[in-house]
């Protein structure tokens, strides 16, 4: 049996490797959210959740939400990239 000529293996490995580049993140790039995320858990559960009652720490949690929200929408933007903890 005859190989394919190099030409077309080298097109099947270069179709492959684009759609694995396609379907989402390396595993190399999960591994690092992965840790970003435990890290923001950790901030997130003693500061938040444990000293307040539960409708505070909600609404505390939808602030924080608004403000990750400006920030990946606007990253370079001064505004969004820091705040006040002493505002009500």
Do not use: C, W
């Not at 539960?54 to 933007?77: C, D, F, G, H």
Request: hydrophobic share 30%; no cysteine.
């Amino acid at each position: 049996m005859e190989s394919p000529p190099h030409s077309r293996l080298a097109e099947a490995v270069e179709r492959r490797l684009s759609a694995q580049q396609s379907h989402g993140p390396s595993p190399a790039e999960m591994a690092a959210e992965h840790a970003k995320r435990q890290k923001f858990r950790r901030l997130i559960d003693p500061g938040i959740l444990r000293p307040n009652p539960e409708p505070e720490a909600v609404e505390s949690m939808k602030i924080l939400y608004k403000l990750s929200e400006n920030l990946i929408r606007e990253p370079e933007n001064p505004k969004f990239q820091r705040f006040r903890t002493t505002n009500t």
